[in-house]
């Protein structure tokens, strides 16, 4: 017995030491993994935009050999419009917006901004303004004001409050005893995912940006919170080119462009008279697919 499970328990642990090396192995290689999209050598600095985007026959596919995911799309949006982007799950909505602050790059075709070509610009200066607010937001651990004024950490007291009272989320934040020094993250304070939301909004509104990418479906919140956040991001689309991925009603018909995409094809654009009355397609979305408006909350 005594030499019996030394033996078997050596033999154990061998078996685990190879498992161990396999894995420490592919933890080494995410570590080491550089990204594919980087600054060309001779990038320039993209000047503040007016906020033009072009899509020219764009095709993507997530694999180089792999079915493309958006096949020959092509759109444009003036400065200052509100494009919803419509359609079935897996149709390529999050991909078309992932391709605006350059996650990746287009495989055929491109997309500008103000004429600029996005790949001939550098990222910083082209992210710096892009602002994204999506459905489920991370906050880091910090304090609130920090996590408001993440992309720019100069602000001022009075333009942290300013942004967050536009945003729905002052009076919350003052509710906390701490207020904007309240901690949030894994050892703070925990935020609700409309609060959270609404954080997001302040922060995308002090960076101020010309380029909005949103989503617009609003976290599991009472009717209140949603009417409020609903409100929050009318003030923060106002006068920028925002990209909404529409889930609702009130967005279609406020948008000045609606893009429908099936299969990551283009199957019909327009406002939403148009569309209702031309395309079958948007109709069924329309009925099928979108939530309803929420009833605006008094006071
Ligand atoms: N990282 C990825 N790698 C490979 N394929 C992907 C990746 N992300 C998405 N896809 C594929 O690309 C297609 C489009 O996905 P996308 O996420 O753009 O759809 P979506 O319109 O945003 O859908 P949803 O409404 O469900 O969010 C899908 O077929 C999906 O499987
Ligand atoms: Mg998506």
């Not at 498992?19 to 290689?29: C, L, M, P, W």
């Not at 651990?141 to 009272?165: H, L, Y």
């Not at 901690?183 to 959270?196: A, F």
């Amino acid at each position: 017995m005594y030499l019996f499970f030394p033996i078997m328990m050596f033999g154990m642990i061998v078996t685990q030491m190879g498992q161990a090396g396999a894995s420490a192995e592919r933890i080494f290689e995410i570590l080491d993994a550089k990204s594919d999209i980087v600054d060309k050598p001779d990038a320039i600095k993209l000047p503040p935009v007016k906020g033009n985007v072009k899509f020219e026959n764009v095709t993507f596919r997530y694999f180089g050999g792999g079915e493309p995911v958006l096949n020959n799309v092509s759109f444009e949006a003036n400065a200052g419009e509100t494009i919803a982007l419509l359609g079935a799950t897996g149709s390529g909505k999050t991909t078309i917006i992932n391709l605006l602050p350059r996650f990746y790059d287009p495989s055929e075709g491109k997309i500008t901004i103000d004429g600029y070509d996005l790949r001939d610009v550098t990222l910083d200066s082209l992210r710096s303004q892009i602002g994204i607010v999506l459905q489920e937001t991370t906050l880091f651990s910090g304090t609130i004001r920090e996590n408001i004024a993440f992309g720019k950490p100069d602000a001022t007291q009075r333009e942290i409050e300013a942004a967050a009272q536009a945003a729905a989320a002052h009076d919350f934040i003052t509710s906390f005893p701490d207020g904007y020094n309240t901690h949030v993250g894994e050892r703070g304070q925990t935020l609700s995912g409309g609060q959270k939301q609404r954080v997001a909004i302040a922060r995308a509104l002090l960076l101020n940006p010309r380029i909005l990418i949103l989503d617009d479906s609003t976290s599991s919140v009472d009717l209140t919170t949603e009417a409020q956040i609903q409100k929050a991001l009318d003030t923060l689309m106002q006068g920028r080119t925002s990209f909404v991925i529409a889930q609702r009603i009130s967005t279609v018909m406020n948008a000045d462009k609606i893009i429908v995409l099936d299969k990551g094809q283009i199957v019909a654009q327009g406002k939403h008279a148009e569309l209702m009355e031309e395309e079958p397609i948007y109709a069924e979305i329309y009925n099928s697919q979108l939530l309803p408006e929420t009833h605006s909350i008094q006071g």
